[in-house]
T-cell receptor, first 117, second 112 residues
Framework: ETGVTQTPRHLVMGMTNKKSLKCEQHLGHNAMYWYKQSAKKPLELMFVYNFKEQTENNSVPSRFSPECPNSSHLFLHLHTLQPEDSALYLC????????????????FGAGSRLTVL | RKEVEQDPGPFNVPEGATVAFNCTYSNSASQSFFWYRQDCRKEPKLLMSVYSSGNEDGRFTAQLNRASQYISLLIRDSKLSDSATYLCVVTLPASNTGKLIFGQGTTLQVKP
């Protein structure tokens, strides 16, 4: 496996379900991210983890709960979602969280397309 | 005002045409700038970084104008395979989290 891998690729869930999205990176990066991409909207940053520590929570509702057990794995736990949460959820990683033109270039996974009924 | 603003398009051009996209950003202290490309139903991928002096990669040229706070991407001799959405990305200052802000994207359709 290379790059950034996300599972599942597609997920349909009811509003009362609990599910999780998984992301794994094989790039030796230290920073991992969750982004949400809705139709006709820019990518929205949700969470950032640097060296397993959460460094950014972009006012995300508590029905989204991230978990980063180590620098290579990132989860997004979902519960009691709303239909408006249907979107493409993209995981990304970068070498570090430091501001420099090289270090914070993002590598994205293919995304998990979520539909909430 | 949006932090990063792009004309969503679509831009419909014939093969071989030259096309240019602009992107404006609101924070004058923004530090790093990028163009990403996103194919339909795929993830974004880095196309090129944008440097103050301007930079070129084959048929693609990126320019940065800090005074006017805009970034441009020029594509020469368009190919069918250039059809995609081009995302302008800006890194916010005063942060060590590498927080990137994405524009909505500009869609390009190259026709035969």
């Amino acid at each position: 496996e290379t790059g950034v891998t996300q599972t599942p690729r597609h997920l349909v869930m009811g509003m009362t379900n609990k599910k999780s999205l998984k992301c794994e990176q094989h790039l030796g990066h230290n920073a991992m991210y969750w982004y949400k991409q809705s139709a006709k909207k820019p990518l929205e940053l949700m969470f950032v983890y640097n060296f397993k520590e959460q460094t950014e929570n972009n006012s995300v509702p508590s029905r989204f709960s991230p978990e980063c057990p180590n620098s290579s794995h990132l989860f997004l736990h979902l519960h009691t979602l709303q239909p408006e949460d249907s979107a493409l959820y993209l995981c990304a990683s970068s070498q570090s969280g430091q501001i420099s033109s090289g270090a914070n270039v993002l590598t994205f996974g293919a995304g998990s397309r979520l539909t909430v009924l | 005002r949006k932090e990063v603003e792009q004309d969503p398009g679509p831009f419909n051009v014939p093969e071989g045409a030259t096309v240019a996209f602009n992107c404006t950003y609101s924070n004058s202290a923004s530090q790093s700038f990028f163009w990403y490309r996103q194919d339909c139903r795929k993830e974004p991928k880095l196309l090129m970084s944008v440097y103050s002096s301007g930079n070129e990669d084959g048929r693609f040229t990126a320019q940065l104008n800090r005074a006017s706070q805009y970034i441009s991407l020029l594509i020469r001799d368009s190919k069918l395979s250039d059809s995609a959405t081009y995302l302008c990305v800006v890194t916010l200052p005063a942060s060590n989290t590498g927080k990137l802000i994405f524009g909505q994207g500009t869609t390009l359709q190259v026709k035969p």
